[in-house]
């Protein structure tokens, strides 16, 4: 029973994801319409080059340049483009002309994410973009619906596959960071220029957005705290490995207090870190990405499913294409996304978590008592210590070698931790800090 | 900014998920407020008896026995009591009064589904059940929205905490199914008559309702095929954690096409599998639930996280309602649930997947040769296959003791399989068939 005129659907972009929803908006259009109540027609796909070699069977009459003429047809825009211009006025033209918006540029939302939110709700229409974070796999939506009546706590997700791959072929095979990443290029994991995976740049983008989502807080990407996993070497991997844990990349959305000024608000940040290896996300393998959820009632989730890939992604803006045709046909205004809670975004030093710290120490009596002292100086307290076999260095009596100390803390403030090292650091019995690493989800 | 008038919910039932929702839906007020555009004012809780003691802090005032006044006063109305009458009338009353109706009554939706999804339509309201299936977990939004551009090939999921807390008990500390099934009890994982739990009905039930969604085809809970975790024994978990397997209750619903006839169709099944250890789903522990997801674009996704509990299931209700209550500011009719597709439940025999075959047979020459040929026969074909240590029981020669026979297929027919199953029961040589069973996942 189709009631309803068919939907005019406009395409910008025809890359390896537009090229997969235009192919699935075709074959699939009889189960579309029946879905939605409402046939989608594919009026155009706006490209750069209309004679441009392309792979998938598009019909060529589809394709044009005019993406504003095509704009200003459509009921639905479907923009795939990525960047920041001409993408940002696509869109916004596409919703003042009236048209639903879908979208999978996780620059342009981090970026200009409450000004596209802002258009849309002047004027009735809403802006989809379930395919910005973590791929195919359904997070915008649970969060935006499922969760609209708890309260999240904290967002832990392995929300780029590049580096999960990495880190999980120098966990699984021993490699090094640099044997690692040849292989993700090799096969096609990381560009040939890899910086904005390895060094953070991606995640930092999705974790602007789950954090603006799950805290109702407007969060630029420069408030995101980064770090790459360019440092993390195979001795770190193969110790924690030791010890139980995994090393993640992870963007951490959380609700925090600032331990010195008891203000309220939110930590959005992307470090690599250590994972117990029997929480959920030590279990996500080689490309895969998966998003863990702590709600205040709902308790612990996670989102598992591919994060990157043409068709998978293509898969989660078909969603949205969906939802964005529902709406049209039951009518009324689009669901309006709110920063009302507008909490204060503390930076990386108001942050407690746990650590490990690795040193390496003079083999001498005496030492670990001093080094403990310092810990218990600054108030952080210390859960586990580990010392490894003596490295004697050229030595002619035991007390000449190194030793290496392995020190997980209980939570402890960044503030207080940072002091701590910095104090360790200057001690004369101490070689090196061979590594600061944070412990999260235990 | 809030412009629409407050909205009026109805609760029915004040178990532990109602309490829970009552509570939240208080303090929550203005958080939920402004999330929604309106004011969600909690009007009254229809009960049987006004005076039984309660430990949620509900003021008694909002207590009732007229839950049809208290329904014909709602914009929304919350249905937690369980069971088919008076929950059945109940939900048809409130859509007949123009409410929208949130659920977790997974009996009620096996049964009657399709009866309430159309008396929701008829009327434009509609009919929200995010807490039927799997607890705190978002899996019927996404089913419904996220992956309405896709197609569902398979879904396999731990959806009853009670076995699984069994079997993972069986599994990580070697306890025997009687012994696990009292400590299930004892720590109010299972119920003091656990037959829904343990023979699978439960998990039937949240089988129909997601193959209904997932397939747009109605499937009465009747036509699932079903069996339990009773017969799983001690030596069973542990034969397979030796071969790299766990043993879990699945509920799986599938597209699949009879082999016999070529009929394009839905398979609806519960059954204790095997699943590999390295399958996502395998690390799901204690009562957790998980859903795993195959589909044809967007790939393996998996959804995990509480699948009971007072608190995490009302954050799942909580997320209808606020769904329910924006799609009232919005105006507009509800989404349409269709069973367009309506495709041919096909039974157990129609289903085809791999198997693990335990055979106790004579420790005598040939005995292998002549399994082998039973199964070639039969058009099955053997993966692996493994002898165990022969137990020579009380005999004189090697010859007169048995062997462990674990035979696992490639991907055969049930109905080849049970046909060879009952070939090699018929074989002098073989002592007895010790088990069968069937492996999902790999």
Redesign the interface.
């Known amino acids: 029973m189709i009631a309803y005129r068919n939907l005019r659907v406009a395409l910008l972009g025809a890359g390896s994801v537009g090229a ?1 929803v235009a192919t ?1 908006l075709t074959e ?1 259009h009889d ?2 319409a ?2 939605v ?1 409402a046939g989608l027609d594919l009026i155009g796909i706006a490209v750069r080059d209309v004679d441009a070699p392309r792979t998938a069977p598009i019909d060529p009459a589809l394709f044009t340049t005019d993406a504003m003429g095509l704009i200003e047809s459509a009921d639905i825009v479907i923009e795939l483009m990525g960047g920041i211009e001409p993408a940002r006025s696509y869109i916004l033209h596409a919703l003042n002309s009236g048209a639903d918006v879908v979208t999978g540029n996780k620059a342009l939302l981090a970026a200009h994410g409450p000004e596209l939110q802002a258009a849309a709700e002047q004027v009735g229409a809403q802006v989809y973009y ?1 395919a910005a974070v973590a791929g ?3 997070i915008i ?2 969060l935006r ?7 999240v706590k904290r967002i832990l997700g392995i929300v780029n596959g590049t580096t999960n791959f990495i880190l999980d072929k120098m966990d699984v095979e021993g490699d090094t960071f640099e044997n690692a990443l040849a292989v993700a290029t090799e096969l096609g994991y990381a560009e040939a220029d890899p910086t904005a995976d390895i060094e953070g740049y991606d995640a930092a983008q999705k974790a602007a957005i789950l954090a603006r989502l799950a805290f ?1 807080t407007e969060v630029p990407v420069e408030a995101v705290h980064r770090e790459g996993i360019t440092q993390i070497t195979a001795a770190q991997v193969s110790q924690a490995q030791k010890a139980g844990y995994v090393v993640k990349l992870l963007a951490i959305c959380e609700r925090i207090t600032d331990p010195a000024s008891g203000v309220d608000g939110v930590s959005a940040r992307v470090y690599p870190a250590l994972i117990p290896r029997r929480h ?1 996300l030590a ?1 996500v393998h080689g490309g895969k990405n998966a998003v863990f959820v702590e ?12 994060g990157a ?1 043409g ?2 992604t ?10 964005a045709a ?2 049209h046909v ?7 996304e ?1 920063t ?2 507008n909490l204060t975004i503390l930076p990386i030093d108001s942050v407690s978590t746990r650590y490990q710290i690795t040193l390496e120490v003079s083999d001498a009596p005496g030492v670990l008592a001093r080094i403990a002292s310092l810990f218990s100086e600054h108030g952080v307290s210390v859960e586990a210590v580990q010392q490894s076999i003596a490295s004697v260095e050229s030595g002619t009596s035991e007390s000449s070698g190194t030793a290496t100390l392995v020190i997980v803390t209980h939570v402890a403030s960044e503030r207080a931790l940072s002091r701590t090292v910095a104090d360790i650091a200057d001690q004369q019995v101490v070689v090196r800090v061979e590594s600061v690493l944070r412990v999260e989800g235990a």
């Not at 293509?314 to 969906?322: E, F, Y």
């Not at 039951?330 to 309006?336: F, K, L, M, N, Y």
């Open positions: 997969q699935l699939h189960e579309l029946s879905r109540g379930e195919a796999i359904p939506r649970p619906e499922s969760l609209a009546g708890d309260r109702h959920p279990t709600a205040e009632a709902a308790g612990d989730l996670m989102f598992y499913g591919a890939g068709i998978e293509a898969s989660a803006v078909l969603g949205d294409v969906v939802s529902r709406r039951a009518g009324g205004p689009g669901v309006a709110t009302h809670a």
